[in-house]
């Protein structure tokens, strides 16, 4: 009994060491995490707007070139960022809006690029998402990122919507190829797509 108690007692003092300690890492990191957050979501800003940035360069660099380059421009129902290229850029003028839904397993959030038009993709980034590797997952790869590029947030009469569907016939200025084998992911997508390209369109009329 005496040494039950003992046992306990010492699992019990472990434990709380353990717990103690570990929230102190925790705490001690945040702020480094939250650094490199906000850095992770910046550089999807600066490659989705196509702005001029070193693959390697220090969070602090980063943040430099962000704030040179991209202006915020939110309003009550968009999160948008707006690059103006400088005189001597071979840039051109960019507005990212910021979009974000439930996915099939986690959240998903990224940031379209348009043309000032605010009808023309540019671009589109997905720099948070828990979706299936090899398939939903696919949302991130380069191929089905660059297959939006061009495309039309508006169909041929006007009416804001993108739609992602099969079949490999996707000849309409608003349409994208799905991933095989991700349909959920995909639907997903086109309604948290549409969802801020309706704000987009109103916003914009």
């Given amino acids: 009994m005496k040494g039950s108690a003992y046992t ?10 353990c717990a103690l300690l570990l929230t102190g890492v925790a705490s001690f990191t945040a702020p480094y995490r939250s650094a490199n957050a906000d850095a992770d979501r910046k550089r999807n800003i600066l490659t989705v707007l196509e702005v001029p940035c070193p693959e390697k360069v220090s969070s602090g660099e980063l943040v430099s070139i962000f704030e040179t380059n991209v202006r ?5 129902e968009l ?3 707006r690059y103006v290229p400088g005189r001597d850029s071979e840039g051109k003028e960019t507005v990212a809006v910021h979009f974000e839904g439930p996915g099939l397993w986690g959240p998903i ?3 379209l690029a348009l ?3 605010m009808r023309t993709i540019r671009g589109i980034t997905f720099y948070e998402q828990e979706e299936t590797p090899g398939l939903g997952g ?12 061009g495309k039309k947030i ?9 739609i992602i569907k099969g079949g490999g016939e996707t000849n309409a200025m608003n349409e994208v190829d799905t991933i095989t084998g991700a349909t959920m992911t995909c639907d997903k997508v086109e309604e948290l797509l549409n969802t801020v390209i309706e704000k987009i369109v109103r916003e914009n009329q």
């Fill in 138 to 149: 696919e949302i991130a790869a380069d191929w089905f990122r660059k297959a939006f590029e």
């Fill in 154 to 162: 508006v169909d041929a009469s006007g009416q804001p919507g993108i």
């Fill in 72 to 76: 915020e421009e939110t309003s009550d």
């Fill in 8 to 17: 306990l007692g010492y699992a019990a003092v472990l434990g709380a060491a």
């Fill in 79 to 81: 999160e948008m960022y």
């Fill in 109 to 111: 959030r990224g940031f």
């Fill in 115 to 117: 043309d000032t038009d």
